[in-house]
């Protein structure tokens, strides 16, 4: 089911869990992404675990200072355990939190929970649960402007974190000179619907 079918449901009803979330938000910048976020994990959207793949104690951290005093439903209930880690995760978790705003604390748990949905294999923005790649771009810019900034020709947000690892890594994962030439253009490119 798409986000966009799941809205139009009348089970999904977006002032549901995501009003309900909302009416008890902080007030902070992160809030109604991560709202957003757990709205579609209770539909099944998306491809974050419980917890948004965060350590049991730092969802519950994450819980308490966007949502305070709000009562999980047993559909998100939290993870018992860590998620796995690897090369991969580790390199593009660095990556992020090298480039956190530094403007609030979620901004670490924002890069842990990026790093999380990269794992999986749809569009960053969907595996997020988020409703748009415009939800995307923003928690990009809000969190990690300075890395935000970099992708200055609006490349997918996926293909581009991992651009940077190769760069940073002096590896040339194109096949091409230009991208303007290049046969993977629509991959890297377009519109991510
Ligand atoms: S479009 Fe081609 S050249 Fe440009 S970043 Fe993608 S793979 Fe590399």
């Known amino acids: 089911m798409s986000i966009a079918r799941a809205m139009s449901s ?12 909302m009416a008890r938000a902080g007030g902070l910048p992160n809030d109604d992404l991560i709202a957003r976020m757990l709205f579609s994990q209770t539909l099944g959207l998306g ?3 419980p917890g948004l793949g965060l350590a049991p104690a730092a969802f519950l951290a994450l819980m308490a200072r966007h949502f305070p005093g709000f009562t999980l439903p047993a559909v998100l209930a939290v993870p018992a355990e860590e998620a796995a880690r690897n ?9 992020l939190q090298e480039h956190c705003a530094g403007a609030d604390d979620s901004e670490r748990w924002m890069a842990e929970i990026v790093t999380t949905a990269c794992m999986g294999g749809d569009h960053l923005w969907q595996d997020l649960g988020l409703w748009s790649r415009v939800d995307l771009s923003r928690l990009m810019t809000q969190n990690f402007p300075a890395l935000a900034a970099k992708n200055t020709r609006d490349m997918k947000w996926k293909k581009f974190l991992y651009k940077q690892l190769c760069e940073g ?25």
């Open 169 to 193: 890594e002096g590896v040339v994962v194109c096949r091409s000179p230009s991208c303007e030439v290049c046969v993977d253009y629509a991959k890297c490119f377009g519109p991510e619907d």
């Open 87 to 95: 090369d991969e995760r580790d390199e593009l978790l660095t990556l």
């Open 10 to 21: 009348p089970v999904a009803d977006r002032t549901g869990l995501y009003g309900l979330l």
């Open 47 to 49: 491809a974050l675990p």
